[in-house]
């Protein structure tokens, strides 16, 4: 079923200021999209434009059913879509527990409740919940920010560069936990440089150029097109990958 659906979208961050020129995207329930694409191509205002920090200036957007586009981020939310932006995402000074608090702000009375889900979810913030988020390494702190966003159970999880940082080893441990909030049924838009790994996880995916969609399809068929290997995966043949 189709969960997501940009039609048109032209959006910026002034008055003609138009980073997305057009752009349409779709989503079933359930899947990993990776949004790959050069810097300054439009893909972290894709995303903040689904979770209403920008307003788009024409098309459309639904959630479901529902029209989503202009809404305030908190009314988003609310309809089941959470944002994980690349920066400042989590509350340093505060300890793991009081940042997932922090996370459930909308819906207090179940809080207490879904952070005991988080920390059996991810055991590495039960066995550090009395620590200050600053304390934690990049990896743990990208961790903790996705189980603030999914403290309000989205239904959809936008996540804006998660990998940015981290060391390989790290990534992979991230890579992991995405494929692991998938398996409970949240969908996931990931705007991600490192391309290849993203779509090695993706079901499907979209190449935006300069605020437009250049390709639009099956992670795997994006993965093995040869052109978009020489621009954005490192020239690897599919073999050398497999």
């Known amino acids: 079923m189709t969960l997501l659906r940009v039609c048109g979208?032209?959006?910026?961050?002034?008055?003609?200021?138009?980073?997305?020129?057009?752009?349409?995207?779709?989503?079933?329930d359930g899947e990993i999209h990776a949004i790959i694409g050069p810097n300054g191509a439009g893909k972290s205002t894709l995303l903040k434009t689904i979770a209403g920090l920008l307003r788009p200036a024409r098309g459309t957007i639904h959630l479901r059913e529902t029209p989503i586009g202009g809404l305030a981020p908190r009314?988003?939310?609310?309809?089941?879509?959470?944002?994980v932006p690349q920066e400042h995402n989590v509350f340093p000074s505060m300890s793991v527990r009081e940042n997932l608090e922090m996370g459930g702000f909308i819906d207090p009375a179940a809080t207490r409740h879904r952070i005991e889900s988080a920390f059996a979810r991810f055991p590495l913030?039960?066995?550090?919940?009395?620590?200050?988020?600053?304390?934690?390494?990049?990896?743990?702190?990208q961790i903790l920010a996705m189980a603030m966003?999914?403290?309000?159970?989205?239904?959809?999880?936008?996540?804006?560069?998660p990998s940015a940082g981290l060391s390989p080893v790290a990534a992979e441990q991230l890579f992991a936990t995405?494929?692991?909030?998938?398996?409970?049924?949240?969908?996931?838009?990931?705007v991600e440089q490192n391309a290849s790994q993203a779509?090695?996880?993706?079901d499907r995916a979209t190449l935006l150029v300069d605020g437009r969609v250049s390709r639009d399809g099956e992670?795997?068929?994006?993965?093995?097109?040869?052109?978009?290997?020489?621009?954005?995966?490192g020239?690897?043949?599919?073999?050398e990958d497999a």
């Not at 980073?19 to 079933?28: T, Y």
């Not at 913030?125 to 702190?141: D, F, I, K, M, V």
């Not at 779509?199 to 993706?202: D, G, K, Q, R, V």
């Open 199 to 202: 779509l090695e996880i993706a």
């Open 149 to 161: 966003a999914l403290m309000v159970e989205p239904a959809l999880l936008l996540l804006d560069e």
């Open 235 to 239: 020239g690897a043949s599919a073999t």
């Open 75 to 83: 009314a988003i939310s609310r309809l089941g879509v959470a944002f």
């Open 9 to 28: 979208v032209v959006a910026g961050y002034a008055r003609d200021d138009e980073i997305l020129k057009g752009v349409d995207l779709a989503m079933n």
């Open 178 to 190: 995405i494929i692991e909030i998938r398996r409970h049924g949240v969908a996931i838009a990931m």
């Open 125 to 141: 913030l039960a066995e550090r919940r009395h620590r200050a988020a600053r304390t934690l390494s990049g990896g743990q702190r």
């Open 219 to 233: 992670a795997a068929t994006l993965r093995a097109d040869l052109e978009i290997r020489r621009l954005f995966l």
